[in-house]
T-cell receptor
Framework: GQNIDQPTEMTATEGAIVQINCTYQ??????LFWYQQHAGEAPTFLSY??LDGLEEKGRFSSFLSRSKGYSYLLLKELQMKDSASYLC??????????WGAGTKLIIKP | NAGVTQTPKFRVLKTGQSMTLLCAQD?????MYWYRQDPGMGLRLIHY???????AKGEVPDGYNVSRLKKQNFLLGLESAAPSQTSVYFC?????????????FGPGTRLTVL
């Protein structure tokens, strides 16, 4: 079966660094996406990885290990506005996204 | 450039009633998708379309129908609503369905079925 696992909730402090992990098992693999979703709003794109390694984009970085079926999203210099859910999604062999349930990130001052 | 819009934003139905959710995009995207999002679960694909006049079933299509008569519009219909269809419905679109294509989401429709 297809499965995406990520922690349900994490708490971090403003200004700190947090790493949100995601493991995936899908029928085929065509890349790993991270989306951000603020409460009551639509998901918005953060990153896409298809090759192993780290992709850095400002305060956000995303890492992929295809052999381990593992990805993480790294958020640096946390701000209160980063309080949101972070959704991990794997693109399967049919080019359909399989979504995790999301990690709710709570930022404390 | 409005992106992806959805109508209505909120709706309450009684069991057995029908309704249509409208999704519109002005980005000239080929692919469009309907998802539902329930607490504690990932987004689940209901139906999708790879171009005008085409539709295909996703992971959870039962109880829903769709139509894509115009490229910019994708309609989701509930013929006889059930409480299990209480959910937040998101429409999304991508340019061509390629591996790295970003999905752009509408603001969502919050549907309650009593």
């Amino acid at each position: 079966g297809q499965n995406i696992d990520q922690p349900t909730e994490m708490t971090a402090t403003e200004g700190a660094i947090v790493q949100i992990n995601c493991t995936y098992q899908t029928s085929g693999f065509n890349g790993l996406f991270w989306y951000q979703q603020h409460a009551g709003e639509a998901p918005t794109f953060l990153s896409y990885n298809v090759l192993d390694g780290l992709e850095e984009k400002g305060r956000f970085s995303s890492f992929l290990s295809r052999s381990k079926g593992y990805s993480y999203l790294l958020l640096k210099e946390l701000q209160m506005k980063d309080s949101a859910s972070y959704l991990c999604a794997s693109l399967d062999s049919n080019y359909q996204l399989i979504w995790g349930a999301g990690t709710k990130l709570i930022i404390k001052p | 450039n409005a992106g992806v819009t959805q109508t209505p934003k909120f709706r309450v139905l009684k069991t057995g009633q029908s309704m249509t959710l409208l999704c519109a995009q002005d980005m000239n995207h080929e692919y469009m998708y309907w998802y539902r999002q329930d607490p504690g679960m990932g987004l689940r694909l209901i139906h999708y379309s790879v171009g005008e006049g085409t539709t295909a079933k996703g992971e959870v299509p039962d109880g829903y129908n769709v139509s894509r008569l115009k490229k910019q519009n994708f309609l989701l219909g509930l013929e006889s609503a059930a409480p299990s269809q209480t959910s937040v419905y998101f429409c999304a679109s991508t340019l061509s369905g390629g591996a790295s294509d970003t999905q752009y989401f509408g603001p969502g429709t919050r549907l309650t079925v009593l």
